[in-house]
């Protein structure tokens, strides 16, 4: 989960709009919003069961309903739209998820989730193979220090 951001957060047809810090967590699959976020921006929404999901930082969701909201970041006001689903919470939060991101890890508005870029099967063969040969060099290597430390043994044995 990467650290937070600020976005604005506000309604498909309404004019109210709150502005909120939001964590990025591209291990979840969707976008969550509190009912107390939903509160500050006098609106409901819609009954929805969805299976409960686990965020970067083990906590368990369990979302009760689900809405369409715009957002988009404070400094760069170009706005998405996407449906949160609503959970309870002792505290206003977003968590915007991999869906708000449909551009891979990268948002389309400045936004960059933290975390590891996903391979593609020839980068991951590629790394292996880098790995495979400095494993062979680091060996290689070793195997030389030690035929000089025992050239250099026998040398002084020798004397």
Known sequence: MSEGRDIVLFP???ETQ???RADVDISIPISIV????LALLKVDYEPHHHNQVKDA????????????LNW??????????ETFYVVESETA????G????PNG???NDGVYPIGLAQQTPEAKAQQEQRKAEAERRRAEEKKQQEDREREKRQGQGGK
Do not use: C, N
């Not at 930082?57 to 369409?68: D, E, M, Q, S, T």
């Not at 939060?93 to 915007?96: E, F, H, I, P, R």
């Open 12 to 14: 498909v047809d309404k």
């Open 18 to 20: 709150i502005k909120i």
């Open 34 to 37: 509190s009912r107390e976020a």
């Open 57 to 68: 930082k083990h906590r368990v969701h369990v979302p009760i309903g689900k809405i369409k």
């Open 72 to 81: 988009h970041k404070t400094s760069i006001a170009i706005q998405h739209l």
């Open 93 to 96: 939060m977003v968590v915007l």
């Open 98 to 101: 991999k869906s708000a991101f």
């Open 105 to 107: 890890d990268k948002g």
